[in-house]
């Protein structure tokens, strides 16, 4: 039962343009959402996060989308640069389970110079 | 600010030892830490929540005599791998959480992992 579902398993950009990862979830008691990065042979990196009392959090190249009624959410990153290139993780959690977080499978983002 | 720190970084062992790994939150207190495993090319699956000063809570098919866990101090929780064998080898990542930072208390900050393999 994949609660967090990341359908996309790599995604390919030029430098420059956007890239958008995308996050679609089932559960509708999730109410707080994260975006991580992470590198092989590392622990996940914490990029940005939205509670689901908004629709939209920024936070410098980043931009969190979350529609509820879609159980959608998507990661928008603009410029995208090489650096970049990792797997996005998206994650969801449920305040009345603990903090416990569900992750998705993750999206290889490449970005080509 | 929101450091941890795993060590050991990796280990290798020999079938039947066991194998501890420290997870460590630097510069703040984390009241509850998280234990996970990653197989190459999957995603994180959570093993146990640790909280401090009480048992570990696991999630559904994690064996709690094996991964022994224990959270003494607000900065500290072990996973130990008992009698580890071949099948144990992962990538074991810690995570903690920030009580106290109102704004992010759901945010997990992670550790940089332990690659363990069982000879």
């Known amino acids: 039962d994949q609660q967090v579902k990341q359908n996309s398993p790599s995604l390919s950009v030029q430098e420059g343009r956007i890239s958008i990862l995308n996050c679609d979830y089932t559960n509708s008691m999730f109410d707080y959402f994260l975006w991580y990065k992470k590198y092989p042979a590392e622990g996940p990196t914490f990029l940005i996060s939205?509670?689901?009392?908004?629709d939209k959090n920024e936070d410098g190249r980043f931009t969190v989308f979350l529609n509820k009624s879609a159980k959608h959410l998507s990661l928008h990153i603009v410029p995208s640069q090489p650096g970049d290139s990792a797997v996005y993780f998206c994650?969801?959690?449920?305040?009345?389970?603990?903090?416990?977080?569900?992750f998705g499978q993750g999206t290889e983002l490449s970005v080509k110079p | 600010g929101a450091v941890v720190s795993q060590h050991p970084s990796w280990v290798i062992c020999k079938s039947g030892t066991s194998v501890k790994i420290e997870c460590r939150s630097l510069?703040?207190?984390?009241?509850?830490m998280f234990w996970y495993r990653q197989f190459p090319k999957q995603s994180l699956m959570l093993m146990a929540t640790?909280?401090?000063?009480?048992?570990?809570?696991?999630e559904q098919g994690v064996e709690k005599d094996k991964f022994l866990i224990n959270h003494a101090s607000l900065t500290l929780s072990t996973l130990t791998v008992t009698s580890a064998h071949p099948e144990d080898s992962s990538f074991y990542i810690c995570s903690a959480r920030d009580l106290f930072q109102r704004e992010a208390r759901l945010v997990q900050f992670f550790g940089p992992g332990t690659r363990l393999t069982v000879l």
């Open positions: 510069d703040f207190q984390a009241t509850t």
């Open positions: 994650a969801a959690s449920a305040v009345n389970q603990g903090g416990k977080l569900i």
């Open positions: 640790s909280n401090e000063g009480s048992k570990a809570t696991y």
């Open positions: 939205i509670s689901s009392i908004k």
